[in-house]
C-alpha cells in the first residue's frame, strides 16, 4: 500500500537525461553513474582508477580500458582462470563482486546492455529494449541485448546488433549512448504483448523517462508499423501515476475480465478526513466504501512486504476493505480476479471509472 503522502518528484526521478548528440561512448569519471547503477566490484588487487571505471559500467571491463589502466591481459585472464573474474564475451571481463542472475530484473538488464555496448564498442548505441534499461524503464521482458552499430556487424554471444534507423540524436546515460526513449518504446513496444506495453509506458511516465506528449509521439511512430495495431487497446489505459509493473499488470488483468478499476492510487481517509493511506487499484461499493487492490512483490520493493500496520489503519476506518495479492495471483483467471468479481458480485455494483465519468460529464 502506498505511504500517506504523496512521493515528491525529487524521489520518482531519474537523473537528468542530457537529450543532446553524444561524442564518446565512455566516461571515465567516478561520477559517471549515478549510485543506483552502480554494481559492487571487486575492488582487491584492483588499481582505484580500475574500480571506479568497473563501477561506472556495472562492474565491466573492457581489455582496452584494463591495459589503459595497468592490467594486462595475462593478468586478466589469470584472474578468469582462478575464478576472480569472468569473461562473458570476447574483450570484456565481469569484475563484479556478485553474478548477474543475484541482480534486480532492471538491474540484469542494465548490465546486459552495458555489455553489448562495450562489447561492439566503437560508436555502439544501445536501442529498444536495452535502450529502456538504461534509461530506467521497469517491466522488460526477457530479451536480447541489443545496439545499433552505424554498419553491420554479426550477433555474437547472444548480443544482438541491429540495423535500425533513429528519429532523434543519442542522448548519454550515465556512461553510455542509447537511443532517445522515444526512439527506443517504438522499436520495442510493437515485440510486446499489451499488458507488458502497459507496463513500460507506466514505467516510463512514473520515473519521468518520457513526458505524456512523447508518449503521443511514440503513438504517431507506431502507426502502420508490424505488430502496432495489437496495441490499440493499450493507450487508453496508460497512466503514470502507477508506481510499478504489478500495477499495471493487474490493472490491465482486472480491465481484460471486464473489472475496470474506479481508480488509482486511491486516497483514505478516516472520519475526520485525514488521509491514511493510498490504496494501489480501488473500486468504489456502493454503500460509499472502496474494495482496495494492494499489489507486493520482491522485484520492484526490494523483499516482498506488507505493510499490515497501515493495511490495519485503513480497515479501521470502515471505508475500505483490502485484498493483497502477489504477482502469482495475477492473470485475467487468476485468484485476483475470482476474489475481486466474486467482492463485487456480492456489493451489487460499483461506482464506474473516474475516466468514463468524466467522458460522460
Same mark, same amino acid.
Given at each position: 500500500m502506498g505511504t500517506d503522502t504523496t512521493p515528491t518528484s525529487a524521489e520518482r526521478r531519474l537523473p537528468p537525461i542530457v537529450r543532446a548528440p553524444v561524442p564518446v561512448l565512455l566516461d571515465t569519471s567516478s561520477t559517471a553513474a549515478p549510485t543506483s547503477l552502480r554494481a %559492487?566490484?571487486?575492488a582487491d588487487l584492483l588499481p582505484a582508477a580500475v574500480v571506479r571505471l568497473a563501477t561506472t559500467q556495472h562492474g565491466l571491463l573492457t581489455s582496452s580500458q584494463l591495459a589503459m589502466c595497468g592490467v594486462s591481459v595475462a593478468v586478466a585472464k589469470r584472474r578468469v582462470l582462478t575464478g576472480r573474474w569472468r569473461r562473458p564475451t570476447r574483450g570484456v571481463y565481469d569484475v563484479a563482486s556478485s553474478s548477474p542472475l543475484q @541482480? *534486480? %530484473?532492471d538491474a540484469r538488464h542494465r548490465r546486459a546492455a552495458a555489455l #553489448? =555496448? =562495450?562489447a561492439f564498442g566503437g560508436r555502439a548505441t544501445a536501442v529498444g529494449f536495452s535502450a529502456l534499461a538504461c534509461h530506467g524503464v521497469w517491466g522488460l521482458p526477457v530479451h536480447s541485448p541489443e545496439v545499433t552499430c552505424g554498419? #553491420? *556487424?554479426s550477433d555474437r554471444d547472444g548480443l544482438r546488433c541491429r540495423e535500425v534507423s533513429l528519429t532523434r540524436s543519442p542522448v548519454q546515460v550515465g556512461a553510455f549512448r542509447c537511443a532517445h526513449p522515444v526512439d527506443a518504446l517504438a522499436q520495442a513496444l510493437p515485440r510486446c504483448s499489451p499488458r507488458t506495453a502497459l507496463g513500460m509506458l507506466d514505467s516510463a511516465l512514473h520515473r519521468q523517462v518520457v513526458t505524456e506528449e512523447e508518449v503521443a509521439e511514440v503513438r504517431a511512430l507506431l502507426v502502420g508499423r508490424r505488430g502496432a495495431a495489437g496495441l490499440a487497446v493499450v493507450w487508453a489505459l496508460v497512466d503514470g501515476r502507477r508506481e510499478s509493473p504489478l500495477e499495471s499488470w493487474a490493472y490491465y488483468d482486472l480491465d481484460a475480465a471486464g473489472l475496470r478499476p474506479t481508480d488509482i492510487q486511491v486516497r483514505i481517509v478516516d472520519a475526520s478526513g485525514v488521509l491514511v493511506a493510498r490504496g494501489d487499484i480501488g473500486f468504489r461499493l456502493p454503500d460509499g466504501s472502496w474494495l482496495i487492490?494492494? @499489489?507486493n512483490g520482491r522485484e520492484y520493493h526490494g523483499v516482498a512486504v506488507r505493510d499490515d500496520t497501515r493495511r490495519n489503519a485503513v480497515v479501521a476506518t470502515e471505508r475500505a476493505r483490502v485484498l493483497d495479492y502477489w504477482a502469482e495471483h495475477l492473470g485475467v483467471g487468476g485468484t485476483m480476479v475470482r476474489q475481486v468479481r466474486d467482492? @463485487?458480485?456480492r456489493a451489487g455494483a460499483w461506482s464506474a471509472p473516474v475516466s468514463e465519468r468524466r467522458r460522460a460529464g
Open positions: %559492487p566490484v571487486l @541482480l *534486480r %530484473p #553489448a =555496448l =562495450l554498419s #553491420a *556487424r487492490v494492494e @499489489l467482492v @463485487l458480485d
